[in-house]
């Protein structure tokens, strides 16, 4: 267990629908990734945020947001689904942003679009 | 951006024999360079990681080598035993906040 919490675990939804994930990070750890994991594929970074505020951005298409609130947990909004969304959603976390510090992955939430 | 080449895509050695993954990176401003192992339906952990300014790292049973002039970096398992079967995965990163990944190595030890 790596201390990072993610939830839910599995989610169905439809095309058109909208969506949100949460993480939250191991305690302590103020930096949060959001990595998606289609299937077969490698983890392709969307999004991270150090203590509250987006640090980098990497391919997350326009449907996509994020935002880490004061208590350092983070959402991932999709919206518009299509069936291209399905995929496995990671969230990690690390003390800082910047710096040698391992990234600890949640356990991920699968997402189904039908 | 950053383009993360890794190969092979499947490699499947005898147990006790050695393992080697290769990935290529594109930006010279890289300059972190972790390996993650994933097991079936878990979630990656990271097993070794090197920066740009060391050319070799070792822990155990497992190495990375980096040659920043040819942008390529490598990861080495001796004396492979079937619960290193798994993917792998490299990336790269400049200074820790993107994080660009290879596609995977599935490696099968046989017993």
């Known amino acids: 267990d790596s201390g990072v919490t993610q939830t839910p675990k599995h989610l169905i939804t439809a095309t058109g629908q909208r969506v949100t994930l949460r993480c939250s990070p191991r305690s302590g750890d103020l930096s949060v990734y959001w990595y998606q994991q289609s299937l077969d594929q490698g983890l392709q970074f969307l999004i991270q945020y150090y203590n509250g505020e987006e640090r980098a951005k990497g391919n997350i298409l326009e449907r996509f947001s994020a935002q880490q609130f004061p208590d350092l947990h983070s959402e991932l909004n999709l919206s518009s689904l299509e069936l291209g969304d399905s995929a496995l959603y990671f969230c990690?976390?690390?003390?800082?942003?910047?710096?040698?510090?391992?990234?600890?992955f949640g356990p991920g939430t699968r997402l189904t679009v039908l | 951006g950053e383009n993360v080449e890794q190969h092979p895509s499947t490699l499947s050695v005898q147990e006790g024999d050695s393992a080697v993954i290769k990935c290529t990176y594109s930006?010279?401003?890289?300059?972190?360079f972790p390996w993650y192992k994933q097991e079936l339906g878990k979630r990656p952990q990271l097993i070794i990681d090197i920066r740009s300014n060391v050319g070799e790292k070792k822990d155990q049973r497992i190495a990375v080598t980096l040659n920043k002039t040819a942008k390529h970096f490598s990861l080495h398992i001796t004396e492979t035993q079937p619960e290193d079967s798994a993917v792998y995965f490299c990336?790269?990163?400049?200074?820790?906040?993107?994080?660009?990944f290879g596609s995977g190595t599935k490696l099968n030890v046989k017993p």
């Open positions: 990336a790269a990163s400049r200074n820790f906040n993107k994080f660009y």
């Open positions: 930006d010279s401003a890289s300059n972190y």
């Open positions: 990690a976390s690390s003390i800082i942003a910047g710096g040698p510090v391992e990234q600890f």
